[in-house]
Nanobody, 124 residues
Framework: VQLQASGGGVVQPGGFLRLSCVAS????????KGWFRQAPGKERELVAA?????????EYADSVKGRSTITRDNAKNAVYLQMNNLKPEDTAVYYC?????????????????WGQGTLVTVSS
């Protein structure tokens, strides 16, 4: 399974971005999926996770709750992360992941597949 993430870039504080992640393997549409991020010198941390069915509101890190929305389109093997009101502390490399065998996965260690990462820089 290969995951291709895109949508990162440089944005001013208060701006928004929509990250996309497309999987190459159709069965991946049945996996739990999530977005994680890793800032320099820090561990990879959860941003948002969504169940394999796509229903429900998903799980979010407290730091992005109310500013971010995770969605998925199983027909396109895709998962998206809409991030609004971006802050400098959101600067990081963002990774999408897929976790087979889980209904919902919020811990990085249970993810079997990762995208290559897309850099988000929030700066004025």
């Amino acid at each position: 399974v290969q995951l291709q993430a895109s949508g990162g870039g440089v944005v001013q504080p208060g701006g928004f971005l929509r990250l996309s992640c497309v999987a190459s393997d159709p069965p991946c549409s049945a996996y739990a999926k999530g977005w994680f991020r890793q800032a320099p010198g820090k561990e990879r941390e959860l941003v948002a996770a969504i169940g394999r069915g796509g229903g429900g509101s998903g799980e979010y890190a407290d730091s992005v709750k109310g500013r971010s929305t995770i969605t998925r389109d199983n027909a396109k093997n895709a998962v998206y992360l809409q991030m609004n009101n971006l802050k400098p502390e959101d600067t990081a490399v963002y990774y999408c992941g897929a976790a087979p065998g889980y209904g919902l996965a919020t811990i990085a260690s249970v993810y079997s597949y990762w995208g290559q990462g897309t850099l988000v820089t929030v700066s004025s």
